[in-house]
C-alpha cells in the first residue's frame, strides 16, 4: 500500500510538473518570419491586448509616450536579418538584435539594440546599432498588439508596428542583387560543375538583364557538362536579349526538341513559352538578315 501510494504521488508530482511547464499567457508569443529577395527577416515577440485601458498616453500603464517601451510584453522582442540590410536610414550587418521603441504623439525612435539580454532596466544607447525615426499613422484598430511586413519587393518592405489605431511603419532596405551576384559566383566556385548551379546562375543574369556575356558562359559551359532543353533554352535567351536572334533560333529549336524527346513536368510547362519564343526570334531573324545583305550589295 505504501509503495502505491509513493508511485501515485510520484505520478501526481510529474503530471503537476508537466501541466506546470505551459500555461495561458495574458500576452501570448508569435514569432512571423517574411522572405525578401534572398533575405529572411524573423521577429519574435509577445501580443499583449489593450482590454480597455490607454495605450501610448502620458499615463498608460502599459505603453506610455515618452518612454523607452520593449515593443511588445513578456520578454525583450527579437529582430533577425540573414543578412546585412539597411534599418531605415542606418545599415546595419546581418544578426540577431533586440527591438525597442520610444512612442511620441508625432515620431516614434525605433532603436536595434545589440545586447540581447537588454530590457527597459538593463539598456544601454552605447549598444545600440541602429536608432530612427519613423512616423506614426493612423489604423485600423487593433486589440492586440501586432508587428507585420508589408509592401514587399525583392529589395524593399515596411514593417509595421501596430497597436490600437497607431501604425508605425520602418522602411527596410536590401542590396538584393549585389547579395544574390555573390552568393551565385560563391556557388560556382564552390560546384564549378554542377549543372544546375550554372544554370541557376545563368538564368539570373538573364532574368535581370546584367553581365549576358558571363551569362552566356555559364549557360555554355553547362550545356557542355550535360546539355538538356534547360540550359539549351536559357543560351537561347541570352544570345536573343544580346541581339543576336539568328544564332538563337537554331538553339531554341533545339531546345524543344530535345525536351519534346525526353519530356518532364517542367519541360510541359515552358513548352508553350519555348514555342512562342521560336516565333518571335524567326520574326527578328530575316529581318537582320536582310539589312545585312543590303548593306553587303551597297558595298
Known amino acids: 500500500m505504501k509503495k502505491y501510494l509513493l508511485s501515485l504521488t510520484f505520478a501526481i508530482a510529474v503530471a503537476s510538473a508537466s501541466l506546470a511547464q505551459r500555461t495561458p499567457q495574458a500576452s501570448p508569443g508569435a514569432t512571423i518570419i517574411q522572405t525578401v529577395g534572398i533575405t529572411d527577416f ?16 502620458d499615463k498608460s500603464p502599459i505603453a506610455p509616450t515618452g518612454q523607452l517601451w520593449r515593443t511588445g510584453a513578456n520578454q525583450p522582442t527579437i529582430f533577425e536579418s540573414t543578412t546585412d540590410f539597411t534599418f531605415g536610414d542606418k545599415k546595419v550587418p546581418a544578426g540577431k538584435y533586440v527591438l525597442f521603441s520610444i512612442p511620441e504623439k508625432a515620431k516614434w525612435t525605433v532603436i536595434l539594440n545589440k545586447n540581447l539580454n537588454a530590457n527597459t532596466d538593463v539598456y544601454k544607447e552605447t549598444e545600440d546599432v541602429a536608432r530612427i525615426d519613423a512616423i506614426p499613422v493612423s489604423g485600423e484598430s487593433t486589440e492586440s498588439f501586432e508587428i507585420s511586413f508589408s509592401d514587399i519587393t525583392d529589395s524593399t518592405t515596411l514593417m509595421n508596428i501596430a497597436w490600437g489605431t497607431v501604425k508605425v511603419p520602418v522602411k527596410l532596405f536590401l542590396a ?3 547579395l544574390t551576384i555573390a552568393s551565385l559566383d560563391r556557388a560556382v566556385q564552390d560546384k564549378p560543375e554542377d549543372v544546375a548551379t550554372l544554370q541557376s546562375a545563368a538564368g539570373y543574369f538573364l532574368s535581370k538583364n546584367i553581365d549576358l556575356r558571363k551569362a552566356l558562359s ?3 559551359k553547362a550545356i557542355g557538362l550535360k546539355e538538356g532543353w534547360s540550359n539549351l533554352w536559357i543560351k537561347a535567351q541570352i544570345l536573343d536579349k544580346m541581339g543576336k536572334a539568328s544564332e538563337a533560333l537554331p538553339i531554341a529549336q533545339k531546345a524543344l526538341t530535345v525536351g519534346a524527346a525526353s519530356p518532364d513536368g517542367a519541360y510541359d510547362f515552358y513548352k508553350t513559352q519555348i514555342a512562342k519564343g521560336i516565333t518571335d526570334m524567326q520574326a527578328k531573324a530575316p529581318a537582320k538578315e536582310v539589312n545585312s545583305k543590303s548593306k553587303k550589295k551597297k558595298k
Open 218 to 220: 555559364l549557360a555554355d
Open 42 to 57: 524573423t521577429v519574435k515577440y509577445s501580443r499583449p491586448a489593450i482590454k480597455g485601458r490607454a495605450v501610448f498616453a
Open 176 to 178: 538584393t542583387q549585389e
